[in-house]
T-cell receptor
């Protein structure tokens, strides 16, 4: 158990809908990351937050947004969903987000868009 | 841009066989290098890491050496077990970036008794 929790574990929805994925980082970690894992794209970095502020952005679509709240949990919002958004979404956390520190991954949320 | 290339899988071995999974990288600057493992139905776990050239990371019988001259970080284990069956990801992180991990495509390892 990494100490990172993600909810829900599975999500099935329809095209055009909007969903919210939730992540709670390990106790004491200030940095949260979101990654998308799909068969065609592999593991892709989406976005990073540090202590409530956006710190780095990767291949995140404009239809997607995220935020980190004062209690440090984070939410990833996916809107106008398309079939191609079906993937496993991972959240990870680390102490402060820099250097070679380890990122601890949650179990993921599997999203299926029908 | 920065990238990681892993040997294509899947890799199928018998128990107690020797394992090598090749990983090479392209990066501007001096990255830290990681191996993560993903067991079925679970998230990624750090297996080992190395932060500078010639460093050797090791854990649970797995080893990898950071080779700057060949831009490689190959994963090895002398004797695999059935419980090692998983997907293995090589990744890099630039020292100047704020935490983005760049992953290879993953290598599926299956070990038979």
């Amino acid at each position: 158990d990494s100490g990172v929790t993600q909810t829900p574990k599975h999500l099935i929805t329809a095209t055009g809908q909007r969903v919210t994925l939730r992540c709670s980082p390990r106790s004491g970690d200030l940095s949260v990351y979101w990654y998308q894992q799909s068969l065609d794209q592999g593991l892709q970095f989406l976005i990073q937050y540090y202590n409530g502020e956006e710190r780095a952005k990767g291949n995140i679509l404009e239809r997607f947004s995220a935020q980190q709240f004062p209690d440090l949990h984070s939410e990833l919002n996916l809107s106008s969903l398309e079939l191609g958004d079906s993937a496993l979404y991972f959240c990870a956390s680390s102490a402060w987000g820099g250097g070679p520190e380890t990122q601890y991954f949650g179990p993921g949320t599997r999203l299926l868009v029908l | 841009g920065d990238s990681v290339t892993q040997m294509e899988g899947p890799v199928t071995l018998s128990e107690e066989a020797f394992l090598t999974i090749n990983c090479t990288y392209t990066a501007t600057g001096y990255p830290s290098l990681f191996w993560y493992v993903q067991y079925p139905g679970e998230g990624l776990q750090l297996l080992l890491k190395a932060t500078k050239a010639d460093d050797k990371g090791s854990n649970k019988g797995f080893e990898a050496t950071y080779r700057k001259e060949t831009t490689s970080f190959h994963l090895e284990k002398g004797s695999v077990q059935v419980s090692d069956s998983a997907v293995y990801f090589c990744a890099l992180k630039l020292g100047t970036s704020y935490g983005k991990l760049t992953f290879g495509q993953g290598t599926i390892l299956t070990v038979h008794p």
